[in-house]
């Protein structure tokens, strides 16, 4: 069974960075695109980050030049570094995988931007 476990959430101020990390087991995770999405109150889960694969990575507009979404495939985790954090920044993340045509997702980590 896949499993994600999210951790790294916190309380930030406006400017400054956290470190989200995704833990994966149940799934061979160097063959797969691995996802960040985020989610506010009322509103739909959203894009925020994918690398692919081979390594290859997208963003949402909001968050390019400022988010980094990488992975390590001998530990099997997934990144996403957040600097110049911003108070819209604030949601749910949530790291996410289709494995096998199945959408797996964790259990989510809070960040909270507030000065």
């Known amino acids: 069974q896949v499993r994600l476990v999210e951790s790294g959430g916190g309380s930030v101020q406006p400017g400054g960075s956290l470190r989200l990390s995704c833990a994966a087991s149940?799934?061979?995770?160097?063959?797969?695109?691995m996802d960040w999405y985020r989610q506010t109150p009322g509103n739909q889960r959203e894009l925020v980050a994918r690398?692919?694969?081979?390594?290859?990575?997208n963003y949402a507009d909001s968050v390019k030049g400022r988010f980094t979404i990488s992975r390590d495939n001998v530990g099997w985790r997934l990144f996403l570094q957040m600097n110049s954090i911003r108070p819209d920044d604030t949601a749910a993340y949530y790291c996410?995988?289709?494995?096998?045509?199945?959408?797996?997702w964790g259990q989510g980590t809070q960040v909270t931007v507030s000065s």
């Open positions: 149940g799934m061979n995770f160097r063959l797969y695109a």
């Open positions: 690398i692919t694969s081979d390594g290859s990575t």
């Open positions: 996410h995988v289709n494995c096998r045509d199945l959408d797996f």
